[in-house]
């Protein structure tokens, strides 16, 4: 049947070999593309084309195994249909593929190959007439005359037969009741062949009938088929929706552009059963009301859609949550003080304070079962065990652990969630952590609150203030799941290094607890009861392979390590570890001045028998193997000239020595400040100097010249060296005034003297934070004298007696106190320079 002068297709075409479909003129069809001559033709054809002309492409059903598409292009069928690509759908997942939707116009055959690649490129002559689908059925001439009209008719009847046997009410079948009756008589061969059940190779048989006659007769043997197996079915079965459906659903099948009815009964089909699953499920989930009526309602919506719709999978993925998460499930809590006691015990030594506080929590949840979850905010420098205390708390109670780390944090949808509107929205963390634990009541540990950040995609601190509110918390409202989840149960715990950047209101929802640095002492105990026996088992190693004498714990913490908690002597520990491993592997020994090995010659040793156990470290083994020492202690040797004196300073790392150095030349009166200083600092140095100037008389202050104003003709340069850091902080104030002292009276300060403090006008000492981690890094460095505000004399007992004992700690009210403190002898001038003993006491 040639095409006449109608309406043409392009005479080149690139061709869409089909694995799985045929196409017939007049349906529609979603094809999968995956193989590379396929996805060639997509991306450099269809998506880059503007035309209608290149929507336009030729499928040809290709029979042989997609996976040798890359080989030699197979022999082709001989006739495909050409057909317009009307949707392209891309996606990655599970690998990248496109998913085309295309309408069949008319059927073509190959004439002759153009190109192979990257695409299959042919030349095609047009079997099929265009304008059929054009003309309303009423003004076209309809085969009505001869055999042919015969066989239109009798077909028409069959069509109408099969349909009688259908129920109507079925959507498809009105469907197919109104095709019908409004295509013309010549397309419904190919529109009732796509529509009922057949296989590919009858529809193969249908694309290559060309001649009408032909067609007519295999559609109609199909069709007779088709109710022959109807009428069987009817007499076993009562007829049912469910027939209907299975006649009618052919697989991949469709009719006309936009009538992808059958599509979505084969998604029900194929999909029944896993909904059906997923009903169940989201039945037994014990979710409240209103998530049971939100689930419900998207099951429904689930049913109606098919499945190739991208909102499926979406929908799908939001019932799943739901249906996972843990809407009344919750582990039972075991409440034996006593047993808890000894847990936190045995896996913590020192922080008693904390222990102290964690032991209270649990003995009142122990008495009131259904007390709300604090929340509880631990506080200190890094490595001090918070994190781990928390691991622990959770073990102690029996409940699930979950680490939320928040540092860097600053989009609200974060914590809650991206509205289901968005492309890859997801729940928040709070969320995915309950799924994650798949209980209501674990430990969340989150992380770093002092760290989150800000930013125009909404304040993270608000949203958290909502999950941590003890009176909003029983109904979080992630914004995925958008329907209320109960988080009363969960005990949120927080940790972070300093108290000041954590947004106020969220601060004042926390039960803030402090965990200070360890001392030398408590860090020896804690690597020696729980660093080294974890690092020997990480590395496989035993007691009897590996020895670490307290005196080589000691050498480490003080000259290669300098923090206040005990994480890179963690990592010192591992790194000998995996020193001795090697030996160990190796059965030679670490070169240890051990006296018992010392009399045999070290090469025969060396390369001759294993290493003898235990592998004992000593200071030689340890220098060789983590170097030189990182830390001296070097305070003693810098305080060798007048005008330097060591400040107590804290940051959220812990407590540090600052050294503060003054120097004067002849000048104008100038003040020059160096050392990246806040303003707060900076104040501290025109308060001191000022003081000082006031003072000098007293004090026999002078100047270069040896004149009673030290300023005159002379300019002061005061700088705070140790690294490019920003300090801030009032705390400097008797270090400064302590150094200028020195500066203008060219005596020394004592080289064994650490000192912190605010200072007044009027030359009072007032009171500053962080005292115990300041005495901790003042002790690390080997100082053996502290003066500090008085009336911080009540901060003295949180210290461990032991650094009581060893250090001399001076508390002062005024500045001359200080001085007479900070200089051997006491200080010239000084009221109390002869009665200093009542001054210094020893706690
Ligand atoms: P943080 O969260 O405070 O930064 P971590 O909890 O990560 O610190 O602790 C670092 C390491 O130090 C962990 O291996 C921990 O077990 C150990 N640790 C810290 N403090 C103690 C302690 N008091 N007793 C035992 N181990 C401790």
Avoid at 229 to 254: A, C, D, I, M, W
Avoid at 670 to 679: I, V
Avoid at 683 to 695: D, G, Q, T, V
Wanted: proline share 6%; hydrophobic share 40%; charged share 25%.
């Amino acid at each position: 049947m040639a095409p006449g002068d109608g309406i043409q297709i392009p005479s080149r075409l690139p061709l869409l070999l089909s694995h799985e479909g045929v196409l017939l003129p007049g349906s529609t069809v979603r094809f999968s593309v995956d193989s590379p001559r396929n996805m060639h033709l997509v991306s450099q054809r269809l998506l880059r084309g503007t035309s209608l002309k290149s929507t336009i492409i030729g499928v040809i059903p290709n029979t042989r195994d997609p996976e040798h598409d890359t080989d030699d292009l197979p022999t082709l069928h001989k006739i495909g249909t050409a057909g317009i690509a009307v949707q392209v759908v891309g996606s990655n997942w599970p690998k990248p593929h496109y998913t085309l939707l295309i309408t069949g116009l008319c059927r073509f055959s190959v004439s002759s190959l153009l190109k192979e690649r990257p695409f299959v490129l042919a030349e095609v002559e047009q079997l099929d007439k265009l304008e059929q689908y054009m003309t309303p059925a009423t003004e076209r001439t309809t085969v009505q005359d001869g055999e042919l009209g015969e066989l239109s008719h009798t077909f028409y009847q069959a069509a109408v037969q099969l349909l009688g046997m259908l129920d109507m009410s079925v959507p498809v079948v009105a469907k197919f009741r109104r095709l019908l009756d409004s295509l013309p008589r010549e397309t419904l061969p190919d529109v009732v062949a796509s529509m009922i059940r057949t296989s590919n190779k009858e529809k193969l048989q249908v694309l290559d009938a060309v001649t009408l006659e032909e067609r007519f007769k295999k559609a109609l043997s199909m069709l007779t088929k088709q109710i022959e197996g109807l009428k069987l079915l009817q007499k076993t079965r009562k007829s049912s929706p469910e027939n209907e459906k299975r006649v009618l659903s052919v697989r991949k099948g469709g009719v006309l552009p936009g009538r992808q009815f059958n599509l979505e009964e084969e998604a029900e089909d194929e999909d029944g059963d896993d909904t059906a699953v997923l009903e169940k499920k989201v039945h037994g989930a014990k979710m409240p009301e209103a998530a049971f009526k939100v689930c419900l309602k998207e099951l429904k919506r689930l049913k109606k859609m098919p499945q190739s719709m991208p909102e499926f999978s979406l929908t799908r993925n939001y019932l799943d949550l739901m249906v996972e998460l843990p809407w009344s499930k919750s582990t039972k809590d075991c409440l034996d003080i006593q047993a808890a006691r000894t847990l936190l015990d045995n896996d913590h030594y020192a922080m008693d304070k904390l222990k102290r506080r964690m032991l209270e929590y649990l003995a009142v949840r122990q008495l009131k079962t259904s007390l709300k979850g604090p929340i509880l905010c631990f506080v200190g420098p890094p490595g001090v065990g918070k994190t781990s205390v928390g691991r622990s708390i959770a073990r102690t109670l029996g409940r699930e652990f979950h680490r939320i780390s928040l540092g860097g944090v600053c989009d609200q949808s974060d914590i809650r969630g991206h509205r289901r509107t968005y492309v890859g929205s997801m729940p928040g963390r709070i969320i995915n952590g309950l799924k994650t634990v798949a209980v209501n009541n674990p430990v969340f540990l989150l992380d770093e609150v002092d760290k989150l950040g800000k930013s125009l995609q909404g304040d993270p601190a608000a949203a958290l203030l909502e999950v941590l509110d003890p009176e909003q918390n029983h109904s979080f409202t992630d914004h995925y799941l958008n329907v209320a989840f109960d988080l009363s149960q969960v005990l949120f715990i927080a940790t972070a290094n300093t108290t000041a950047t954590i947004p106020p209101a969220l601060l004042d929802r926390m039960e803030v607890l402090q965990v200070p640095g360890y001392t030398q002492e408590e860090k020896v105990e804690i690597a020696h009861r729980h660093l080294i026996p974890n690092q020997l088992e990480q590395h496989g190693l035993t007691p009897q392979q590996l020895h670490i004498p307290q005196d080589t714990t000691q050498n480490i913490i003080s000259s290669y390590t300098r923090e206040a908690g005990v994480r890179s002597l963690e990592r010192k520990v591992g790194a000998i570890c995996r020193a001795v491993a090697v030996k160990v592997a190796e059965g030679h020994r670490v070169p240890v001045t051990d006296a018992s090995t010392a009399e045999c010659p070290t090469q025969q040793r060396d390369q001759a028998a294993p290493p003898e156990m235990p592998i004992v470290i000593d200071s030689v083994a340890l220098k060789d193997i983590l170097g030189l020492p990182l830390f001296e202690m070097e305070v003693s040797e810098r305080l060798t000239l007048p005008g330097v004196a060591v400040g107590l300073a804290w940051t959220p790392l812990g407590g540090e020595i600052l050294f503060v150095e003054a120097s004067r030349m002849e000048g104008e009166g100038n003040l020059t400040l160096t050392g990246q200083l806040g303003a707060v600092m900076k104040e501290s140095a025109h308060l001191a100097i000022s003081w000082l100037r006031a003072n000098a008389k007293t004090y026999q202050l002078t100047n270069m010249a040896g004149g009673p104003d030290p300023l005159e003709g002379t300019d002061i340069h005061l700088h705070f060296p140790a690294g490019a850091v920003t300090k801030d902080g009032p705390s400097a104030g008797v270090t400064i005034v302590t150094c200028l002292a020195s500066l203008f009276s060219g005596r020394l300060v004592r080289s064994d003297v650490a000192m912190t403090g605010e200072i007044t006008l009027r030359g009072l000492v007032l009171p500053v934070g962080g005292i115990k981690d300041k005495v901790l890094a003042a002790h690390r460095a080997g100082v053996k004298c502290v003066i500090l505000p008085q009336r911080n004399k009540k901060d003295l007992e949180e210290l461990p007696a032991n650094i009581r004992a060893d250090l001399d700690l001076v508390t002062a009210a005024n500045l001359d106190e200080v001085l007479n403190a900070a200089f051997d002898g006491g200080f010239p001038g000084t009221a109390s320079t002869h009665t200093q003993p009542q001054l210094t006491s020893k706690l």
